[in-house]
C-alpha cells in the first residue's frame, strides 16, 4: 500500500512539474513560479493525507481480544466467551476511540469484572483488555441450580467457567435463594458466615480436602459443618469471631486440623462419621 502511494504520488509530482516548467517560461516566470509551487505542494500533500486517512481508517473484519495478565483460574471458554462479547462492538469498525469505549461498555455489562481497566489497540487487528476480574471465591446451590460466588458473595453471571484445576468449595442449603438483582450479594448471615470462614482456611495446605459447607443447621444453631472429600461431617460450630462461650476459638480449631493432617495426612484422620471440633476441651467422633 505505501509503495503504491508512494509510485502515485511521484508520477502525479513529475506532471505537475511538466505544467510547472511550461508555465515558469518568460514572461509567466516572475509570477508563476511561487504560486505553482504552492499548488503543488497543497495538491500532494492533501491527497496523501487523503489516502493515508482511507488507509488507516479501514474496517476490520477480523479482530483478536487479548486479556492482559487475566488470573491463572480464567480458562480459554471464558476468554472465548467474553471475546465474543466484545468483537461485535469491533468487527467493521476502524477501532477508533468510540469503538474500543462500546467494547468496554459491552465487557462491562457482561458482569464478570469489576472493572475493565483499559480497552487499546496495539496492532493492527490486535486489541488488548486490561481488566479486574470479578474472582470466585466459592460455588452455591440452591433450589435453581448452582452459581459461583465472590468473596463478598456477589453471584458470577451463570455462564461463568473458571480453570478446571480451581478448587472451589460447595455451599449447600443456603437459607435464601440467589438475589433478583445481579449486583446485589447472597442475602443470608449464613452465606456470609461460611465466606468468611473459606476466607480463613482457604490457605492451608489440607484446604483441597474440604468440598462442601453445609448450612442446614445455620438457622437453628448458627453452626457451620465442614463436609470432606470422604463425606466425613467436621462440626466447626460458630462463625469466626462468634464463637459461644465454651466454644473452642477458631485458631484452636485451626491447629487441631493441622494437628491432625500432619498426624495422618487427613483432617478427618480417614473416619467416614461425624467430628465434632466445638467443645473447647476435646475432640469427639461419632
Not at 58 to 70: D, G, H, K, L, S
Not at 120 to 134: H, M, N
Amino acid at each position: 500500500m505505501i509503495r503504491y502511494m508512494f509510485s502515485t504520488v511521484c508520477g502525479l509530482f513529475a506532471r505537475l512539474w511538466e505544467v510547472g516548467v511550461s508555465l515558469c517560461r518568460p514572461p509567466a516566470a516572475r509570477w508563476s513560479l511561487p504560486t505553482v509551487s504552492i499548488l503543488v505542494a497543497l495538491v500532494i500533500l492533501s491527497w496523501s493525507v487523503k489516502q493515508l486517512r482511507i488507509h488507516v481508517h479501514q474496517p476490520v473484519e477480523e479482530v483478536t481480544i487479548r486479556f492482559i495478565e487475566a488470573p491463572h483460574w480464567v480458562g480459554e471458554s471464558l476468554k472465548n466467551h467474553l471475546g465474543s462479547t466484545a468483537a461485535p462492538w469491533l468487527l467493521g469498525t476502524s477501532l477508533q476511540r468510540t469503538d474500543l469505549n462500546n467494547a468496554r461498555e459491552a465487557l462491562m455489562a457482561s458482569g464478570c469484572f469489576r472493572d475493565v481497566l483499559q480497552v487499546q489497540r496495539s496492532g493492527t487487528t490486535i486489541i488488548d483488555v486490561t481488566a479486574i476480574f470479578l474472582e470466585p471465591d466459592a460455588r452455591i446451590i440452591d433450589r435453581y441450580g448452582s452459581l459461583l460466588i465472590d468473596d463478598q458473595g456477589l453471584p458470577l453471571p451463570a455462564g461463568y467457567r473458571v480453570h478446571k484445576d480451581t478448587h472451589l468449595v460447595t455451599l449447600r442449603s443456603p437459607a435464601y435463594d440467589r438475589p433478583l438483582a445481579t449486583d446485589e450479594p447472597w442475602s443470608g448471615t449464613d452465606v456470609a458466615a461460611a465466606l468468611s470462614l473459606l476466607a480463613l482456611i482457604d490457605q492451608q495446605p489440607w484446604y483441597d480436602q474440604i468440598i462442601e459447607v453445609d448450612l442446614s443447621s445455620f438457622d437453628r444453631d448458627t453452626s457451620l459443618v465442614l463436609i470432606t472429600d470422604i463425606q466425613t461431617r467436621i462440626i466447626w460450630g460458630s462463625p469466626p469471631g462468634e464463637e459461644a462461650g465454651l466454644e473452642c476459638l477458631a485458631p484452636q480449631k485451626i491447629e487441631r486440623l493441622n494437628w491432625f493432617h500432619e498426624q495422618v495426612g487427613r483432617i478427618d484422620q480417614h473416619h467416614r462419621g461425624t467430628i465434632d471440633f466445638t467443645d473447647s476441651s476435646m475432640v469427639t467422633k461419632n
